[in-house]
């Protein structure tokens, strides 16, 4: 709440099909799995791409994406 009510964070919302999207980008274009969680980050930075373009953006991605493969290829079909 601290951080919030200083300016110092945002809170964004993301769907669960923007971060399944999200995965599949950092899947093709990096060669990665992100977690799921991180997956949520990156899909905001594609999201706000247009408002967020000549800004340093930092995204920490965490996690092991490969614990997520069967929940993710049941989704995406």
């Known amino acids: 709440m601290l951080f919030r009510s200083t300016g110092l964070a945002r809170y964004e919302s993301i769907t669960d099909d ?3 999207d999200a995965v599949e980008l950092l899947a093709r274009t ?11 980050g990156v899909a905001w930075i594609a999201k706000e791409a247009a408002s967020l373009s000549g800004k340093r953006v930092l995204l920490c991605l965490s996690g ?14």
């Open 64 to 77: 092991r994406g490969d614990k997520d493969v069967e929940m993710i290829a049941e989704k995406v079909g």
């Open 18 to 20: 923007e971060a399944l």
């Open 30 to 40: 990096e060669g990665i799995i992100p977690a799921l969680e991180s997956a949520h």
